[in-house]
C-alpha cells in the first residue's frame, strides 16, 4: 500500500530513522514538520499523521488529526499520566496507534510480562531496570512506564506501589512493591529487563535493541495497518495480532 505520511519530529533521532526507512515500506514522507513548523500546511496531503516529538504538541496534533479526519501514530513518550488519559479520552474520534515502542520484540516482551506477572504471585518480587542514552529526557522510559502499568494490572496494585530507586536504609522490601530503575550513557538505544525474583530462583525477561531502524519500521509498519482501522485507540498488540492468541 503506498501512503503518504505527514512525520511531525522529523529532525529528531526517530524521525531521521522514518524518513531512511519509509522507501523499505512505498511510504513517502509528504510533510516533514519539527518544532517551529505548522503541521496543519501539510495534513490535507497526506494520509496518515506520524508523530516522535515532544508532549507539548500532542494535543494540537490530535487536534489537527481529529479535524482532517486523519489516522495518527503516536510514539511520542514523557506525558504525565493524567495528560495521557486526558488526550487517549479525545484519541479514539479518529483511527490511532499509540504505543510506547513499536519494536516486534519489545510487544512480545510485553505480552510475556503479563503473562509471568499472571502466573507468578506476591513472592516473585518484580523489577524493571531500562538503559537508554545519556540523551533522552523522560525517565522511566515510555517502555518501561508500560511494562510496569502491565504489572500492576496483573496484581491488582495501585500506583504508589512503585519505588523509583532506592536510596539510603530503606529497611527489607515489602511484598507489594515494584522497583524501577533508570539508568542513562553512552549511546544505548534502548535495554528492556523485567525480574521476577523469588527465594531460590529467579526468571528475567530482557530485550535489547541495537539498532533505531527496528523501532521506525515497526512505526511504518503501525502506519500502514491503522488506515483500514476504525476510529479508536489501539497499539501495537493490535497491530501485532497478539491480542487474538488464545
Not at 70 to 93: C, F
Not at 115 to 129: G, K, N, P, Q
Request: with cysteine; aromatic share 4%.
Amino acid at each position: 500500500m503506498s501512503l503518504t505520511i505527514l512525520l511531525n519530529g522529523a529532525r529528531g533521532r526517530m524521525g531521521q530513522s522514518i524518513t531512511t526507512a519509509a522507501a523499505e515500506f512505498g511510504i513517502r514522507v509528504g510533510a516533514a514538520v519539527d518544532l517551529g513548523d505548522p503541521p496543519a500546511a501539510g495534513i490535507a496531503g497526506c494520509d496518515v499523521v506520524v508523530d516522535f516529538s515532544t508532549p507539548a504538541v500532542t494535543a494540537e496534533l490530535l487536534r489537527l488529526a481529529i479535524e482532517h479526519r486523519k489516522p495518527i501514530v503516536i510514539g511520542t513518550t514523557g506525558h504525565s499520566a493524567e495528560e495521557k488519559q486526558r488526550l487517549l479520552a479525545i484519541a479514539g474520534q479518529v483511527p490511532c496507534v499509540w504505543a510506547s515502542n513499536f519494536s516486534v520484540g519489545v510487544n512480545v516482551l510485553f505480552d510475556l510480562t503479563q503473562r509471568a506477572a499472571h502466573i507468578l504471585d506476591a513472592a516473585y518480587d518484580a523489577e524493571v531496570v531500562e538503559m537508554h542514552h545519556r540523551f533522552k529526557k523522560d525517565a522511566p522510559s515510555g517502555t518501561a512506564a508500560r511494562l510496569l502499568e502491565i504489572i500492576l494490572q496483573e496484581r491488582k496494585l495501585a500506583a504508589d506501589a512503585l519505588r523509583h530507586g532506592r536510596n539510603g536504609i530503606t529497611g527489607g522490601r515489602s511484598a507489594g512493591e515494584v522497583g524501577i530503575h533508570s539508568l542513562r550513557g553512552g549511546d544505548v538505544v534502548g535495554d528492556h529487563t523485567v525480574i521476577f525474583a523469588a527465594l531460590g530462583e529467579r526468571l528475567e525477561l530482557t530485550h535489547k535493541a541495537s539498532d533505531r531502524a527496528i523501532l521506525a519500521r515497526g512505526a511504518l509498519r503501525a502506519a500502514q495497518w491503522v488506515v483500514s482501522q476504525p476510529p479508536g485507540v489501539y497499539d501495537m498488540q493490535d497491530v501485532l495480532g497478539l491480542r487474538d492468541r488464545a
